[in-house]
């Protein structure tokens, strides 16, 4: 391998540490809000438009909007800003799209009729 291929890879894998390492905030904001069900996907194999995938659920509206609150805050705190937020005043299915990553934060209910890891069934689970 190439010296410039060398450094392309370690810089891949650079990138690679830092989204791994938003993706832990993340769940760890989720966790402190006490989030049900905790579940990352590694998607980057069967798509292009992210990574990740962080999918947890509240037990109710009002702590969707607490974890989405809490993960949004953390990340924040590390320079961190969400590309584009999507379902927070309903609180059914709240999706939080960092690029690399997207944060899932459902009830439930919606959790259920959604099953986005059926769906993603293909997808490696990534364990912290």
Known sequence: MSETAQREQ???NDVDRAILANVRT????????KAVELVV???AELT?????FVICSGTSSRQVQ?????????LKR??????HTEGYSNAEWVLIDYGPFVVHIFTETSR????????WRDAERVEF
């Open 26 to 33: 993340a769940v760890e904001a989720a966790e402190e809000k």
């Open 48 to 52: 292009s438009f992210t990574d990740f």
């Open 66 to 74: 607490a974890i989405a609150d809490e993960v949004t805050d953390q």
């Open 112 to 119: 259920r009729f959604y099953d986005l890891e059926r769906l």
């Open 41 to 43: 996907l590694r998607i």
């Open 10 to 12: 370690g810089a891949d």
């Open 78 to 83: 590390q320079g961190i800003r969400p590309m």
